[in-house]
């Protein structure tokens, strides 16, 4: 029997010369697809670890800082082309995310964190789509959780210099002294959702979509190859469709999970904000 190749690295159609009717099994992406050998240093701890998601997400962050520099360096009052989609962008957060959400008059000081959170994760999901990349960084749950602990730190620490402490115990509580007996139950249900279930959704949701995105588009992208082979021609050809469209439907959800990361963040500061009644 025939094995497929599995490696650290992606299972790209390319990894592997399994084909339908050479008597091997599928050679299904699984975990195994989203585990990297270190470019340099060794995973034992032996050396400096850097891998593949580490590189694009440094990539990342040079490319947004880059497109922005250039568009801003030297603004004109007549914006040329770059300028006028980095200022699109800019008043897209801007004005559709935080003013909606926070206000203009609180929300201002707001809108670098929320332009750098959203530029930064939908890169990060790009590379989804990227020749040679074929990876959303995001999959991994180290980065979303690191970007949540970031709006986490920012909401809580928030919440405690507006309300003080009494304040800001009411506030993740939900303290209403109308609810009678029930109020222990209900204080307690709401600082275990805000304290904990929040921070932990808020990077699962992104994590979860990415990976599950990036599942489906290598499970298309592996079969289309596998099939290959024979009468498996019409079936490799549907495939290879289903690919085009799992495409076309990331780059969609891509841009949502950076627009819904970056809304649930302005929500927890404007709660943070907010007056307790």
């Given at each position: 029997?025939?094995?497929?190749?599995?490696?650290?690295?992606?299972?790209?159609?390319?990894?592997?010369?399994?084909?339908?009717?050479?008597?091997?099994?599928?050679?299904?992406?699984?975990?195994?697809?989203?585990?990297?050998?270190?470019?340099?240093?060794?995973?034992?701890?032996?050396?400096?670890?850097?891998?593949?998601?580490?590189?694009?997400?440094?990539l990342g962050?040079?490319?947004?800082?880059?497109?922005?520099?250039?568009?801003?360096?030297?603004?004109?009052?007549?914006?040329?082309?770059?300028?006028?989609?980095?200022?699109?962008?800019?008043?897209?957060?801007?004005?559709?995310?935080?003013?909606?959400?926070?206000?203009?008059?609180?929300?201002?000081?707001?809108?670098?964190?929320?332009?750098?959170?959203?530029?930064?994760?939908?890169?990060?999901?790009?590379?989804?789509?990227?020749?040679?990349?074929?990876?959303?960084?995001?999959?991994?749950?180290?980065?979303?959780?690191?970007?949540?602990?970031?709006?986490?730190?920012?909401?809580?620490?928030?919440?405690?210099?507006?309300?003080?402490?009494?304040?800001?115990?009411?506030?993740?509580?939900?303290?209403?002294?109308?609810?009678?007996?029930?109020?222990?139950?209900?204080?307690?249900?709401?600082?275990?959702?805000?304290?904990?279930?929040?921070?932990?959704?808020?990077?699962?949701?992104?994590?979860?979509?990415?990976?599950?995105?990036?599942?489906?588009?290598?499970?298309?992208?592996?079969?289309?190859?596998?099939?290959?082979?024979?009468?498996?021609i019409a079936?490799?050809?549907?495939?290879?469709?289903?690919v085009i469209?799992?495409?076309?439907?990331?780059?969609?959800?891509?841009?949502?999970?950076?627009?819904?990361?970056?809304?649930?963040?302005?929500?927890?500061?404007?709660?943070?904000?907010?007056?307790?009644?």
């Open positions: 029997m025939k094995e497929p190749a599995v490696s650290a690295d992606p299972t790209l159609a390319f990894e592997t010369d399994c084909h339908l009717f050479d008597g091997c099994g599928f050679p299904a992406p699984g975990l195994h697809s989203f585990m990297f050998e270190p470019l340099w240093g060794d995973a034992d701890g032996n050396g400096f670890y850097f891998n593949k998601p580490m590189l694009l997400a440094l962050s040079i490319i947004i800082v880059g497109f922005f520099w250039a568009a801003f360096a030297r603004p004109k009052v007549v914006p040329g082309k770059l300028q006028m989609i980095a200022e699109a962008g800019y008043d897209f957060v801007r004005r559709g995310v935080v003013y909606e959400t926070i206000g203009k008059k609180e929300g201002e000081k707001y809108v670098p964190l929320a332009v750098s959170l959203f530029f930064f994760i939908w890169m990060l999901n790009l590379w989804s789509i990227v020749p040679v990349a074929s990876f959303p960084v995001t999959s991994i749950i180290a980065y979303p959780a690191i970007l949540a602990a970031i709006v986490y730190v920012t909401w809580v620490s928030l919440t405690f210099k507006r309300h003080g402490f009494v304040g800001a115990f009411k506030n993740f509580t939900g303290y209403d002294k109308s609810l009678g007996a029930v109020l222990p139950l209900s204080m307690t249900i709401e600082l275990a959702s805000n304290l904990l279930v929040r921070p932990f959704t808020h990077a699962v949701r992104l994590f979860a979509n990415m990976f599950a995105g990036h599942t489906l588009l290598l499970l298309f992208t592996i079969a289309s190859w596998y099939m290959l082979n024979g009468i498996g079936y490799s050809a549907v495939s290879f469709v289903m469209v799992m495409t076309a439907f990331e780059l969609f959800i891509q841009a949502v999970q950076a627009y819904v990361f970056v809304l649930l963040t302005c929500t927890f500061i404007q709660g943070a904000l907010a007056e307790h009644h």
